[in-house]
């Protein structure tokens, strides 16, 4: 039988994927939103999860499109209709799966935009002289550093175990998107930069341990409630070092970091498998793109500086 209310549908769902399928907290995050968007667009029309056809999902997905939403957000809310209908017919909440046979608008394919090496320079030595203290300058030096040097996703890097970067590591293990392990090499500088931010950190936690303080179990603590550094503190924090490096702030953010290590990498002859590997994407047609940025940047140099197409 059925759940009767559309949190109680939402809810088992969102329990079964975190138990299930280990999907991470932004993920189940961002399926509660879309769904209690669905189900507030069931509850005005008088419909519920429960009876709701195929006619009644397309007709959702054209009021968000008359509310204009883009494509990216209207797909992904399509897809997470279609994962709760699914996940219905095989629990035997419903005889049929109303969302299978609907086609979503499909994403947009826009090529991800990147930083060049001396605007990632720049931020870099930016990084290490920003901070109220020389404990807070080794930290950012470091966070900049380590994410350039392996294009970790924000969050696989505010929640680093310290366990991961003792002993100078050449490698650090990363916990990915489904809790999916891979290994990603570390450079000099980031090494070096490791190696400076774990004595200040460890000597902060020696003096907040005789002050009856637990230590943390992360490379990159705070008092807060998740124990570690945020994702919005983060983005914040880059925004600041953007502004102190000279560079648009609006064209800094953890995630352009990401895709300016991948660009420069294949820029500079990286295979894209190994690519592939090192930002932990299941689908190398994901990787894929950034030979397309790639593209756009080789056709620009050839039309900025080939002597014939200088001619009028």
């Known amino acids: ?40 667009f069931l509850d005005r029309t008088g419909e519920d999860m429960s009876r709701a056809d195929r006619a009644v999902i397309e007709a959702y997905l054209v009021d968000c499109e008359a509310q204009g939403l883009a494509v990216s957000t209207r797909a992904r809310r399509l897809s997470a209709i279609k994962q709760l209908y ?27 935009k990147t930083l060049s090496e001396k605007e990632v320079e720049r931020l870099i030595t930016a990084a290490r002289a920003h901070g109220r203290s020389e404990a807070d300058r080794l930290r950012n030096a470091c966070l900049m550093e380590v994410l350039y040097a392996t294009g970790m996703r924000v969050s696989e890097l505010v929640t680093l175990p310290v366990a991961a970067a003792r002993g100078d590591p050449r490698m650090l293990l990363v ?4 809790g999916k392990e891979r290994m990603v090499p570390l450079s000099a500088p980031a090494r070096r930069a490791l190696t400076d931010w774990l004595a200040a950190r460890d000597a902060a936690e020696d003096d907040a341990r005789t002050k009856g303080i637990k230590p943390s179990r992360f490379l990159f603590p705070s008092s807060g409630k998740d124990g570690h550094l945020t994702r919005h503190r983060f983005h914040g924090l880059i925004k600041e070092i953007a502004v102190a490096a000279g560079v648009s702030p609006d064209a800094v953010t953890p995630h352009r970091l990401r895709h300016a290590f991948a660009t420069h990498l294949l820029a500079h002859g ?6 592939q590997t090192l930002l932990g994407h299941a689908d190398v047609s994901t990787t894929e793109i950034y030979t397309h940025v790639l593209d756009e940047r080789l056709k620009e140099l050839v039309l900025s500086h080939h002597p014939l197409a200088k001619r009028p």
């Open 175 to 178: 916990m990915g998107k489904g």
């Open 270 to 275: 990286a295979d894209l498998r190994a690519i």
């Open 86 to 112: 699914r996940f219905a017919f095989e629990e035997g909440w419903r005889t049929e799966n109303p969302s299978l046979r609907i086609t979503g608008p499909g994403k947009a394919r826009r090529l991800p």
């Open 1 to 40: 039988m059925s759940p009767r209310d559309a949190d109680t549908w939402i809810s088992t769902f969102l329990e079964a994927q975190a138990a299930e399928l280990d999907a991470s907290r932004n993920t189940l995050l961002a399926y509660g939103r879309d769904l209690k968007d669905f189900a507030g």
